[in-house]
Every structure is written in structure tokens, then in C-alpha cells.
């Protein structure tokens, strides 16, 4: 019956640099916007795809929140350098500073970390095509390509 997740909802506290965030730097498509109301509504994958609904809030408001952005894997191997030449700082799950990123063994799929301007955690996060693997953990990116006999 349930098919994905259509929408989902964060609260902001200013909702003109949230809507440039997301819009601008992150290039999302605007949908629908009530600046009077405090909301606006971005489409994520398309159009009617799935949505994003930003709602501004008093700080006492806005709980820091997750959630992830599914991407391609190709654009994976270039996501950090995109994120850092916007200005995002990005990290790896484990936040280590290994200067790479960790794949999932249990999905498979490759992530990395960003935050929104009130602090939201993000993830750009792309699927491998190879078959689960949960019994390795988290195993750096370039050590499941070698694994796979590919390069990152």
C-alpha cells in the first residue's frame, strides 16, 4: 500500500534564507510559496514527485531534524566538491575527518553530511549496486569499490 514518502515538513526560523538555501544552493524546484503565511513548498525528483514543506517558526520552535536527499552515483563522486564550493562544510557519518566518505554494508549506500542554516542535518545518499553486505559494517567508500574491483 504505502508506496514513499510524498512530503515532509521542517520548521525555520527565516524562511527567506532557508528558501535561498534550498532553492539556490541546493537547487531544488519552488513549488508554492505563502510568504504571509510563513511556508513554502519545494519538489524534490520532479514535479508531484515528493515535496518539501518549510514552515517559519520562533526559534523555540525549530527542533533540529534529518533526512536525506537520494541521489545519483555518479553525482556522488563529485557531492562534497559541489556542497564545498557553495560554502557547505560536509563530514563523513562517522565525523572523523578521514577525508572520505563510508558506505552502509546493510543497504548498500555511499552519504555525506551537510547542514541547513538552523542547524537541520542532511544527507545526499546514493545507492550501490552491488548486493548488501551487513556483516562489514561501515567500511570506508574506496575500500568496498577495491572489494568490488572498481575506483572511486
Do not use: C
Not at 10 to 24: Q, R
Not at 100 to 114: D, H, I, N, Q, T
Amino acid at each position: 500500500m504505502i508506496k514513499g514518502i510524498y512530503e515532509t515538513h521542517l520548521n525555520v526560523t527565516n524562511l527567506e534564507k532557508s528558501h535561498h538555501f534550498y532553492e539556490k544552493v541546493l537547487g531544488l524546484t519552488h513549488a508554492y510559496r505563502e510568504p504571509e503565511q510563513g511556508y513554502s513548498f519545494y519538489w524534490i525528483g520532479g514535479e508531484r514527485y515528493n515535496m518539501l514543506g518549510l514552515w517559519e517558526k520562533e526559534p523555540a520552535q525549530v527542533q533540529r531534524q534529518h533526512f536525506a536527499f537520494h541521489i545519483a552515483l555518479e553525482d556522488m563522486k563529485h557531492a562534497v566538491e559541489y556542497l564545498e564550493n557553495k560554502g557547505i562544510a560536509t563530514r563523513n557519518f562517522q565525523d572523523d575527518d578521514i577525508g572520505e566518505l563510508y558506505v552502509f554494508g546493510w543497504m548498500p549506500a555511499v552519504s555525506v553530511y551537510f547542514a541547513d542554516p538552523d542547524g537541520h542535518s542532511l544527507e545526499f545518499i546514493a545507492v550501490l549496486p552491488d548486493e548488501a553486505k551487513p556483516e562489514i559494517g561501515l567500511v570506508p567508500w574506496s575500500r568496498w569499490e577495491k572489494m568490488h574491483g572498481r575506483g572511486v
